[in-house]
């Protein structure tokens, strides 16, 4: 008896989907290289932790700065033109940092300074993108969309750090740093294939008179919805407590407890396997009450924190982790699926800028807090505090209404013209 053919996801028969996928799942992969790379690039040049930091906060911060100026402009104009332009400028900066190393000119100000051109490209894609994909899909397969790309991108960040290790073995930093430019290149073709779509209300909508005004309607259509901002919310505070002390209290219990870098280097495999899976269930299970869905798998993340507090096993612990992370992974589709299908298209853009802002902005903040708040009261305490956080989260987020009973949309004309219709100042949350 033979095999039934695997089948495509019906997504990506959708031409313009199915290039804007091909370019992102290249850039993320590059994106995945890049940390790697600039660490040995710093490394060779002869400096240290505090300027490997340096760099990569550059990458960072104007992302932090500019992406709800981000989010405005993604809303005037033609996203996808936007997005070309974003992906051209960071195959300029990349190609140039890989060229400076290349032949050994490069110097710490001018990697910081080409990260900076890089970090302020990506604060105006980013938002761009979250737009585009609901601009070119339709609304029953956004979260197929929004599967396929999470999917990639987790096993982008799986396999990307061994990509680098190859790169920079047999080649140099500097090369690592020009395949992450050929990334961008490929993304930027990719993009310029894809034929405009009808922006449908999003074409029609008047542009705002100035940012300022466009950043308050963004932040009114932000705000009118409870689910969305108590989402954000609840993000936030992953972002301050949980994440922080996954990423640099983990590493200091296993070394102390665990074994040393393999333990942590078997616990990071399997959170990556964990968002693979739930990459995975995330593509293949749709859930009428989108939200709902996550609450009891996020609220997973808890075990590995709790476990680290222990600490159990190396193994207990890995497993731990690799649940959180099919809880991570299951929220960040279902979450975007929700906004994209449930935000009007004109402000798409704005809101994803808000949404994004809100969510990572104190992870920052977190990881320069929790090593200081520990060694203050105690490494199990703060684990303690942040999985008990995570593990009665899902009680809390049950108790938002709109959250829990935000449904799905399907593809019929009255819910495509209700997701691309402004919602009046004061809308439905």
Known sequence: MGRRPARIPEVLHNRNFALYYTGQSLSVLGDAIVPVALAFAVLDLGRGAGALGLVLAAGIAPGVLLVLVGGVVADRIERRRLMVACDLVRFGSQAAQG???????????????????????????RPASTGLVAEWVEPDRLQQANGLVGLSDNLAYTVGPAVAGVLIAVFSPGAALLADALTFAASAVALSLARPAARTAAKAAEASASVLRGLAEGW??????????????????????????????????????????????????????????????????????????????????????????????????????????????????????????????????????????????????????????????????????????????????????????????????????????????????
């Open 99 to 125: 060229v400076l190393l290349w032949t050994g000119h490069a110097t710490l100000l001018s990697l910081v300074l080409l990260q900076l051109v890089w970090g302020t490209a990506a604060a105006f894609f």
């Open 220 to 429: 009114q259509e932000f705000r009118s919805r409870t689910w969305l901002w108590s989402m954000v919310l609840w993000a936030a505070t992953f972002h301050l407590l949980a994440l922080p002390s996954v990423l640099v209290l983990g590493p200091a219990v296993a070394k102390s407890d665990l074994g040393g870098a393999s333990a942590w280097a078997a616990i990071a495999a399997c959170s990556g396997l964990g968002a693979v899976v739930g990459g995975v269930i995330a593509l293949r299970h749709r859930p009428r009450y989108l939200l709902r869905a996550t609450f009891v798998p996020l609220g997973l993340y808890g075990l590995q924190l709790v476990a680290l507090a222990v600490p159990a096993p190396t193994a207990v612990v890995a497993a731990a982790a690799l649940v959180g992370g099919v809880g991570v992974a299951m929220f960040n589709v279902y979450f975007y699926t929700a906004l994209q299908q449930h935000v009007p298209l004109p402000a798409m853009s704005r809101v994803a800028s808000y949404e994004w802002l809100g969510s990572i902005a104190l992870l920052p903040v977190g990881q320069a807090l929790v090593g200081p708040v520990a060694a203050a009261t105690s490494v199990p305490g703060v684990l303690l505090v942040a999985g008990g956080w995570m593990l009665v989260s899902p009680v809390v987020l049950y108790l938002i209404r709109s959250a829990r009973e935000l449904r799905a949309v399907d593809d019929s004309p009255k819910t495509v013209v209700a997701a691309a219709t402004p919602v009046p100042a004061g809308g439905a949350s």
